[in-house]
């Protein structure tokens, strides 16, 4: 795992570009490289050994004992791994409290997200394109 920064906004946006679900609004790789300069917004990855393509990120903005994640996604031949539940982990062992928002047809995420001990807290309608409703997502140490 390693610390993202704004060099890594295009292989961030590659892996974003990859994602095909109805409610995804693909960022740019300048949306990428402007959040990485914010001073509380960080970002980790996980790169392939044998060729140092990234795989997996997460996003998030940190406020002393909260994060908020912006955003989380794996290469579709690396889900199922482990890859994202320890980014994850990560954010858990050093917060207090990890919230984000999920489409709510985004049951795989949902089924992620509820093993990992999140529980809904808030409804968004029409959060993603105006169309798709989100949950609000919280875990608490």
């Not at 798709?132 to 919280?138: I, S, T, W």
Request: glycine residues 2%.
């Amino acid at each position: 795992m390693k610390n993202l920064t704004h060099a890594h906004a295009e292989d961030l946006a590659h892996i974003h570009s990859l994602i095909e679900a109805p409610w995804e609004v693909p960022w740019s790789c300048q949306s990428y490289a402007e959040l990485l300069s914010q001073a509380s917004v960080y970002g980790r990855g996980v790169f392939e050994a044998h060729s140092d393509s990234l795989v997996s990120f997460i996003l998030y903005q940190a406020q002393e004992t909260e994060v908020e994640i912006l955003y989380l996604a794996t290469l579709l031949s690396h889900r199922r791994q482990g890859i994202a539940r320890n980014l994850l982990r990560f954010l858990q062992e050093n917060y207090a409290r990890i919230v984000l928002d999920v489409c709510e047809e985004n049951a795989e995420a949902l089924q992620f997200y509820d093993h990992l001990g999140f529980v809904k807290i808030a409804h968004r309608e029409k959060y993603y394109k105006n169309t798709f409703h989100a949950f609000v997502l919280e875990w608490r140490r």
